[in-house]
């Protein structure tokens, strides 16, 4: 199954319904009906399906179907078609997801052997890596819904230890407008770009802040809200006194760190800066931008969906992740959501991702006994 799925080219860019249309056939030879819910272009699809009585809460098993580009990496071997050497899986996407969806579908057969007391939902989510895109669809449908899953399951990397926290994150577009002038009349300009420089400065002092004051939680690593600028563009010709300039970035803040704080502090710090820039063309001003929200997940180790995870997993602690994952957002929707899935991040994105076989066991394990205990 694993090298199935490994084969389906479903880089972000890349329409993933190859592979969607092959789990719903799957599916559907086992005699289970599936729900695919297309996005906007139809070029993408998610998949839900139920096991088992469909007028209880029961546990999903959530795994986003979307792998990172290979673009630019250097691979021993071809990504998408899996290659097994000295106990390890290779391929694009092993430990970062296909592997987990690998096993909750190959278990279909065992859901299906007796029957459930409680359902087995499955979900896959296109747009994951991308800020979490497709999913946000799904859960929409799901949240109506009087007997949606009680306990949610994401099989991200984590080894198998059950993660409870993650931080959320949060883009935003900033667009400085200045105003053109040639070069050698600087003063009957507005500098777009040194505007825009201003902005970003003021940011990475306040991540500076962060970092030496906090708040801090030690389970996180790096244990504090992170800011970054990841794009700039503006400008056109070093003779030209830019007019326009915008830049993204990207805050990964604490659950209990307030991302609106800090975008106030630069929004508050912009307007002090206008009065300079529309003294020379009223129109000059910033404009801001939310491109991307992931909320953070931040569940207890007494919560029940932890305790279940703990419990399949045989792990004694749980332990928290800096990366994002949909965990948020089904927290969001009133879904307690752990993660908990084969293999490491620390070989997710890179090249020559792989997965221990081992790792693949240990998740078949924690399905059997996810089956045992819903019957
Ligand atoms: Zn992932």
Same mark, same amino acid.
């Given at each position: 199954?694993?090298? &199935?799925?490994?084969?389906?080219? +479903?880089?972000?860019?890349?329409?993933?319904?190859?592979?969607?249309?092959?789990?719903?056939?799957?599916?559907?030879?086992?005699?289970?009906?599936?729900? #695919?819910?297309?996005?906007?272009?139809?070029?993408?699809?998610?998949?839900?399906?139920?096991?088992?009585?469909?007028?209880?809460?029961?546990?999903?098993?959530?795994?986003?179907?979307? *792998?990172?580009? #290979? /673009?630019?990496?250097?691979?021993? @071997?071809?990504?998408?078609?899996?290659?097994?050497?000295?106990?390890?899986? $290779?391929? &694009?996407?092993?430990?970062?997801?296909?592997?987990?969806?690998?096993?909750?579908?190959?278990?279909?057969?065992?859901?299906?052997?007796?029957?459930?007391?409680?359902?087995?939902?499955?979900?896959? @989510?296109?747009?994951?890596?991308?800020? %979490?895109?497709?999913?946000?669809?799904?859960?929409?449908?799901?949240? =109506?819904?009087?007997?949606?899953?009680?306990?949610?399951?994401?099989?991200?990397?984590?080894?198998?230890?059950?993660?409870?926290?993650?931080?959320?994150?949060?883009?935003?577009? %900033?667009?400085?407008?200045?105003?053109?002038?040639?070069?050698?009349?600087?003063? &009957?300009?507005?500098?777009?770009?040194?505007?825009?420089?201003?902005?970003?400065?003021?940011?990475?002092?306040?991540?500076?802040?962060?970092?030496?004051?906090?708040?801090?939680?030690?389970?996180? /690593? =790096?244990? $504090?809200?992170?800011?970054?600028?990841?794009?700039?563009?503006?400008? +056109?010709?070093?003779?030209?006194?830019?007019?326009?300039?915008?830049?993204?970035?990207?805050?990964?803040?604490?659950?209990?760190?307030?991302?609106?704080?800090?975008?106030?502090?630069?929004?508050? $710090?912009?307007?002090?800066?206008? =009065?300079?820039?529309?003294?020379?063309?009223?129109?000059?001003?910033?404009?801001?931008?939310?491109?991307?929200?992931?909320? =953070?997940?931040?569940?207890?180790?007494?919560?029940?969906? *932890? !305790?279940?995870?703990?419990?399949?997993?045989?792990?004694?602690?749980?332990?928290?992740?800096?990366?994002?994952?949909?965990?948020?957002? $089904?927290?969001?929707?009133?879904?307690?959501?752990?993660?908990?899935?084969?293999?490491?991040?620390?070989?997710?994105?890179?090249?020559?991702?792989?997965?221990?076989?081992? !790792?693949?066991?240990?998740?078949?394990?924690?399905?059997?006994?996810?089956?045992?205990?819903? &019957?």
């Amino acid at each position: 199954m694993i090298d &199935r799925l490994v084969a389906f080219d +479903t880089t972000s860019r890349e329409s993933n319904l190859a592979l969607i249309d092959f789990v719903r056939n799957y599916l559907e030879d086992w005699g289970v009906k599936s729900e #695919v819910v297309y996005d906007s272009t139809g070029r993408k699809a998610n998949l839900f399906a139920t096991i088992g009585p469909a007028d209880q809460g029961g546990v999903l098993l959530s795994g986003h179907s979307d *792998v990172v580009p #290979v /673009d630019g990496q250097a691979w021993d @071997s071809d990504p998408f078609k899996i290659e097994t050497r000295s106990q390890k899986i $290779y391929g &694009r996407g092993s430990s970062d997801m296909k592997s987990f969806i690998a096993v909750m579908l190959a278990k279909v057969p065992d859901y299906l052997e007796r029957p459930l007391a409680k359902p087995i939902h499955l979900a896959l @989510s296109h747009d994951e890596e991308v800020g %979490c895109i497709g999913i946000r669809s799904l859960i929409e449908i799901l949240k =109506p819904r009087a007997e949606k899953p009680r306990l949610c399951i994401i099989g991200e990397p984590t080894l198998m230890q059950p993660v409870i926290a993650h931080k959320g994150s949060r883009r935003l577009r %900033c667009h400085v407008h200045g105003h053109e002038a040639h070069s050698s009349l600087t003063d &009957r300009g507005v500098n777009a770009v040194e505007y825009a420089a201003e902005l970003i400065a003021f940011l990475k002092n306040m991540a500076r802040r962060k970092r030496a004051e906090g708040p801090f939680d030690s389970a996180f /690593d =790096p244990p $504090y809200t992170t800011i970054h600028t990841g794009i700039v563009t503006g400008g +056109t010709a070093v003779n030209i006194v830019p007019k326009e300039c915008r830049f993204d970035f990207e805050m990964r803040h604490l659950p209990e760190d307030d991302p609106d704080a800090i975008t106030e502090e630069l929004k508050h $710090y912009a307007a002090t800066l206008l =009065p300079e820039m529309q003294a020379v063309a009223a129109e000059a001003g910033f404009a801001f931008e939310e491109t991307n929200v992931v909320a =953070p997940l931040s569940a207890k180790d007494s919560d029940e969906v *932890v !305790q279940l995870a703990m419990e399949l997993s045989g792990a004694n602690s749980t332990g928290k992740v800096s990366f994002a994952t949909e965990g948020g957002l $089904y927290q969001e929707a009133g879904i307690p959501t752990v993660i908990c899935g084969p293999g490491s991040i620390e070989q997710a994105h890179k090249p020559n991702e792989f997965i221990a076989i081992d !790792q693949i066991r240990q998740c078949e394990i924690f399905i059997d006994r996810l089956i045992e205990r819903v &019957r």
